[in-house]
T-cell receptor, first 112, second 112 residues
Framework: SAVISQKPSRDICQRGTSLTIQCQVDSQVTMMFWYRQQPGQSLTLIAT?????????ESGFVIDKFPISRPNLTFSTLTVSNMSPEDSSIYLC?????????FGPGTRLTVT | GQSLEQPSEVTAVEGAIVQINCTYQ??????LSWYQQHDGGAPTFLSYNALDGLEETGRFSSFLSRSDSYGYLLLQELQMKDSASYFCAVRGGDTGFQKLVFGTGTRLLVSP
C-alpha cells in the first residue's frame, strides 16, 4: 500500500493569486492524478501527472490554469493559478499502482 | 459521454439494511468501485467489483451486473458512524484503466 500526504491541508486565498499544492507518496506508484471536488459535488479528474513530461488534462481543464509537475515517481505539485471564488474546492492527489488507488487527505481551498 | 447515477439521499435507522444503487453509462469499463466520504474528509475505498456478482467485506457488500450496467452497495447493521456520502466510481471508462469516473454521490443519514 501507499500513504499519500498533501500540503497544505487547507488555505484561504485572495482572488487573483496562485497556490501550489504538494503531494508526496511514501512509495513508488505507477500513476498520479489530481481530482477536484467542489462543495457538495462529486469528484472530477483534473489531470494525470506524468513523470518528467507535461501532464495530461481532462476536458475542461487547461495547463495555464492548473500547471502540474511530477519530477519523480513519488512527488507531484498542482498549482491553481489566478484564483477565483469558483476555484474553492477540495483538491485531492491520488496515487495508483496496478489495481489500487490511494487517496491523499485533500487540500481544502477557499478563495475570497 | 460518461455518466453514473445514484440516488441523492437515503435515510435509515440504526441496525437496518440499506442499498445504494448505481447505474452507469461509459464507453469502456474495467470495474466498479465504492468509496465512503465523511464530511470534511477524503474518500476512503470500500470495495471493487470487476466481475459480476456479490463481494462481501464485513458489514458491506457490493454487487455488479455488467450486462445491466448496474451495481449496488449494501450496508448491513447500520451504525451512526455510517452516516456519510457514498460514491460509486467506474474504473477506466473511456479514459484509461487507472482513472476513476465518479458517480453523483449518495448522502446516507442514519438515525437512532
Amino acid at each position: 500500500s501507499a500513504v499519500i500526504s498533501q500540503k497544505p491541508s487547507r488555505d484561504i486565498c485572495q482572488r487573483g493569486t496562485s497556490l501550489t499544492i504538494q503531494c508526496q507518496v511514501d512509495s513508488q506508484v505507477t500513476m498520479m492524478f489530481w481530482y477536484r471536488q467542489q462543495p457538495g459535488q462529486s469528484l472530477t479528474l483534473i489531470a494525470t501527472a506524468n513523470q518528467g513530461s507535461e501532464a495530461t488534462y481532462e476536458s475542461g481543464f487547461v495547463i495555464d490554469k492548473f500547471p502540474i509537475s511530477r519530477p519523480n515517481l513519488t512527488f507531484s505539485t498542482l498549482t491553481v493559478s489566478n484564483m477565483s471564488p469558483e476555484d474553492s474546492s477540495i483538491y485531492l492527489c491520488v496515487g495508483a499502482t496496478s489495481g489500487e488507488q490511494y487517496f491523499g487527505p485533500g487540500t481544502r481551498l477557499t478563495v475570497t | 459521454g460518461q455518466s453514473l447515477e445514484q440516488p441523492s439521499e437515503v435515510t435509515a435507522v440504526e441496525g437496518a439494511i440499506v442499498q445504494i444503487n448505481c447505474t452507469y453509462q461509459t464507453s469502456g469499463f474495467y470495474g466498479l468501485s465504492w468509496y465512503q466520504q465523511h464530511d470534511g474528509g477524503a474518500p476512503t475505498f470500500l470495495s471493487y467489483n470487476a466481475l459480476d456478482g456479490l463481494e462481501e467485506t464485513g458489514r458491506f457488500s457490493s454487487f455488479l451486473s455488467r450486462s445491466d450496467s448496474y451495481g449496488y452497495l449494501l450496508l448491513q447493521e447500520l451504525q451512526m458512524k455510517d452516516s456519510a456520502s457514498y460514491f460509486c466510481a467506474v474504473r477506466g471508462g473511456d479514459t484509461g484503466f487507472q482513472k476513476l469516473v465518479f458517480g453523483t454521490g449518495t448522502r446516507l443519514l442514519v438515525s437512532p
